[in-house]
């Protein structure tokens, strides 16, 4: 069942916004906490998807991608806590958000194909 990753669109945008994440500058105190805490999620969720699709059955695939989707949701809320914290500016704010709430979606729907029509 083993897939190549880099042919799943979820981990292309995966990798992309982990890209950015390491991108992103911020101030030294917040560089070791939420900074660290942000940039291991974002890595989780790319890892995950890559980690799953080598496994051998769907329902281990479906397992990583259930972490990938959640890692995704922690980068999300760590991302809003740095815009109330006026660490990151409300259009990066706005476009990394919007893009893990995408990625979300997309791990979402990609797993609902990976279960099958008579799984639930």
Excluded: H
């Excluded at 940039?39 to 989780?44: E, F, G, I, N, V």
């Excluded at 709430?101 to 791990?107: A, E, N, S, T, Y």
């Amino acid at each position: 069942m083993s897939r190549k990753p880099e042919d799943l669109i979820i981990y292309q945008e995966a990798y992309k916004l982990s890209l950015d994440i390491y991108k992103i500058k911020l101030p030294q105190q917040e560089q070791y906490e939420l900074g660290k805490q942000l940039r291991r999620a974002s890595t989780s969720v790319v890892l995950n998807i890559s980690e799953g699709s080598a496994r051998r059955t769907n329902k281990e695939f479906l397992q990583f991608l259930n972490q990938a989707n959640g890692s995704a949701q922690e980068c999300k809320t760590i991302v809003s806590l740095l815009k109330d914290l006026n660490y990151l500016d409300l259009t990066t704010f706005n476009n990394l958000s919007n893009r893990f709430d995408k990625l979300g979606r997309q791990i979402t729907l990609f797993s609902k194909s990976v279960r099958g029509p008579n799984v639930e």
